[in-house]
C-alpha cells in the first residue's frame, strides 16, 4: 500500500469544505469516507495518538451527516438511544435531563 493514487473528483467523490485547510494543518493521509475526502494522518498513527491524548486537535468531520428522527416515537427512540449511550458516561448522565428538555422544545 505504498503507491500513491490520484483520484478524479466528480458528483460521487469530493473533497470536504476544509480540505484546502487540512492540507495547510499537514494532513498527510487520506481515506474515503461518505464520498468525501477525509485527512486520516498528519504527523503518523503514534504521534497522532498521543498529540490527540496531550494537546488539543482538530480533524475534519464534514462527511459525518446529520439525522432528523422523526414521528410519534420519536422521543421514545431517542431516550432508548441517549440512555444507551449514557450508561458508561457521567457527562451524559449529569445533563439529560437538560438534553431531554431540549429535544421536547424541538
Not at 481515506?31 to 485527512?39: A, E, F, K, S, V
Not at 416515537?73 to 439529560?96: F, Y
Request: proline share 3%; aromatic share 8%.
Amino acid at each position: 500500500m505504498d503507491r500513491h493514487v490520484n483520484f478524479t473528483l466528480s458528483d460521487r467523490l469530493r473533497k470536504s469544505p476544509y480540505y484546502e485547510a487540512t492540507l495547510k494543518a499537514g494532513a498527510k493521509t487520506f481515506t474515503l469516507y461518505n464520498h468525501m475526502i477525509m485527512p486520516t494522518s498528519y504527523e503518523g498513527a503514534e504521534a497522532d495518538y498521543w498529540n490527540l491524548m496531550n494537546n488539543v486537535t482538530m480533524w475534519d468531520v464534514a462527511a459525518e451527516r446529520q439525522v432528523e428522527i422523526i414521528g410519534g416515537d420519536a422521543i421514545s427512540l431517542l431516550n432508548i438511544l441517549l440512555l444507551e449511550i449514557s450508561q458508561n458516561s457521567k457527562l451524559v448522565k449529569e445533563n439529560m435531563p437538560l438534553l431531554l428538555m431540549k429535544m421536547v422544545e424541538l
